[in-house]
Nanobody, 117 residues
C-alpha cells in the first residue's frame, strides 16, 4: 500500500506561485505513475499533470507552460510547481499514485489552492 500526504496549498493572488509536495510511504513509489488532480467546487475531479516512472510527463492543456511536475524517487516525493496562477486554478489538489502492475490506485487527502483575482 501507498500512503500519500500533500502539502503546500494556500491562498495566493493571481499571477503568483505555489509549490505542492506529496510525500509517499510504501515501497512502490518508484514504480508508480504519480499524478496531481484537482477538483473545483461543483466540478468533477480532473487530471492536472502526471509523471511516470521514467520521468515522462503529461499536462492538461489549461496548465501547460505554467505548471511543472517532478519527482524525487530517493525522497518518495512528487512536486507540482505552479506559476502564473489564475483564479480558475482554484480547487482542492489531490495527489495520486497508480501502480500499473496491479492497477493499484491511491489518493491523498487533498490540499486547498485558492487564487484571488
Amino acid at each position: 500500500q501507498v500512503g500519500l500526504v500533500e502539502s503546500g496549498g494556500g491562498l495566493v493572488q493571481a499571477g503568483g506561485s505555489l509549490r505542492l509536495s506529496c510525500a509517499a510511504s510504501g515501497n512502490i513509489f518508484s514504480f508508480s505513475t504519480m499524478g496531481w488532480y484537482r477538483q473545483a467546487p461543483g466540478k468533477q475531479r480532473e487530471l492536472v499533470a502526471n509523471i511516470n516512472r521514467s520521468g515522462s510527463t503529461n499536462y492538461a492543456d489549461s496548465v501547460k507552460g505554467r505548471f511543472t511536475i517532478s519527482r524525487d524517487n530517493a525522497k518518495n516525493t512528487v512536486y507540482l510547481e505552479m506559476n502564473s496562477l489564475k483564479p480558475e486554478d482554484t480547487g482542492v489538489y489531490y495527489c495520486n499514485a497508480f501502480y500499473p502492475v496491479s492497477s493499484y490506485n491511491a489518493w491523498g487527502q487533498g490540499t486547498q489552492v485558492s487564487v484571488s483575482s
